[in-house]
């Protein structure tokens, strides 16, 4: 959202609330603080409804926890992405393949270990890492 805010000259100020209110929620309903990851479906208020944990939700997440911490200096929004990438190096990566599974359970065993379908591409695990380290090394300077 702040890159689409950016490249059509829109103000990221207006929408920081909103932001906010979205990483509150996910912080408080969609980490899996017990086992690593976010979950993968859940209610717009309140908790998770499907536990599994699958790529694209971790992809995203990544991304978007750096960021709010970036906009709002929340260490929460910090810890969430340790939390996640905590479970995605460990778990979600096929390290000998270097790409990301698919679908696995809460726990992180496989449900569907394929690396690629109709929907899942590379696009979405190499731009998180790319946009994650880009961040990373941002902070690392500050």
Known sequence: MVRALKATGESVEVYKPLFKLLLDNAVKYGIDYEKGGIYRDGLRKGGALVLEKEWWQHTESLVGFLEGY?????????????????????????????????????????????????????????????????????????
């Open 70 to 142: 970036e906009l709002f200096n929340d260490v929460r929004y910090y810890e969430a992405f340790q939390t996640i990438w905590g479970f995605v190096n460990s778990k979600m990566i096929n390290h000998q393949v270097g790409e990301w599974r698919r679908l696995l359970d809460r726990d992180g065993k496989l449900i569907d270990g394929n690396i690629g379908n109709e929907w899942k591409v590379a696009y979405h695990s190499g731009r998180s890492m790319m946009e994650c380290d880009k961040r990373l090394q941002k902070l690392m300077k500050k």
